[in-house]
């Protein structure tokens, strides 16, 4: 089993090589993994219900927001079900993204499970093309009705899952539509880059009440530097969770996540570019999140 699990995610890693950023980014990529890997839908015990706000370089005009809602549940012994909303809006960009996962449960011993998920989504993605003088942009003749687009896609995922520690690897969206694509100053039509995720996380126990949780992920996307971010947070009493992300060359964030009463948790990440993209007027990003487990 171990042998088949190496062959399948060398595979999943041999089939990208080196990927630009295309979709949204989330500190709380932990407790959203649904977004990313199908397999991730009803790895957990009972109902999951999650909601996200991500609101990036705050004070620039017309930057990334994203706004996810995330459903998931077993039904019966093997097999999970899920169900994603995403929507992203950036700069001149819409897109509204649903996704239905599907899992299937392997258990290969007592305290160690693998799920092979499978996603099926719907897209639709507009660009208002008449606002990119505002950005000092050009644009050529094949834009001129580049909107309203309709694209089904699919995607594979694998998620391991141990007492105490969790990998990951997926790749949410195997097709590659059309969209826009900048280069030279210059809008054109391009295609959507394919995305692969590689994660793992392990929990340490610090004491009786305390827990270390240690999580990162990869983010290969087309013609882009790999991504890499590692995440620490600690635990205390299973009520309060307090912890910093690094973002290799790209970010730094401070998170923290509250349990109010029972499954319901809130949580709260702020974000801190390394580089200013936007000659330092942006004031960071923002992100909310709320989880609720039945």
Do not use: C
Request: no cysteine.
């Amino acid at each position: 089993m171990k042998t088949i699990v190496i062959t399948i995610f060398s595979v999943l890693l041999a089939a990208l090589g080196l990927y630009a950023q295309q979709d949204p980014q989330y500190s709380f990529y932990r407790y959203n993994m649904n977004v990313v890997n199908p397999a991730y839908a009803g790895s957990n015990d009972g109902l999951e219900f999650a909601l996200g706000l991500r609101s990036q370089w705050a004070g620039v005009e017309g930057a990334p927001e994203s706004q996810s809602a995330i459903f998931g549940t077993s039904l019966g012994k093997n097999v999970g079900l899920g169900v994603s909303v995403l929507n992203d809006k950036t700069f001149i960009e819409t897109q509204t993204w649903l996704a239905i996962d599907v899992s299937y449960q392997v258990k290969v011993s007592e305290n160690n499970q693998l799920f092979f998920g499978l996603k099926g989504s719907a897209n639709t993605y507009d660009a208002n093309t008449q606002g990119l003088q505002t950005y000092g942009v050009g644009q050529d003749g094949s834009l001129m009705n580049f909107d309203n687009r309709f694209t089904p896609n699919v995607g594979v995922g694998l998620y391991w899952k141990n007492d105490k520690y969790f990998v990951s690897a997926s790749i949410p969206k195997l097709l590659t539509p059309e969209r826009l694509e900048e280069s030279n100053g210059e809008a054109r039509v391009g295609t959507d880059k394919v995305h692969m995720y590689l994660a793992g996380g392990y929990e340490f126990e610090l004491s009786e009440s305390t827990n270390l949780y240690l999580t990162n992920m990869l983010r290969f996307v087309t013609a882009s530097p790999v991504s890499y971010e590692l995440t620490g947070m600690v635990g205390f009493a299973e009520r309060f969770t307090i912890g910093a992300g690094y973002r290799f060359s790209e970010s730094i964030s401070g998170l923290f996540l509250l349990n109010i009463s029972g499954g319901l948790d809130v949580g709260y990440a702020y974000e801190n570019a390394l580089e200013k993209p936007v000659g330092g007027v942006e004031k960071g990003t923002h992100e909310l999140f709320m989880r609720l487990r039945i």
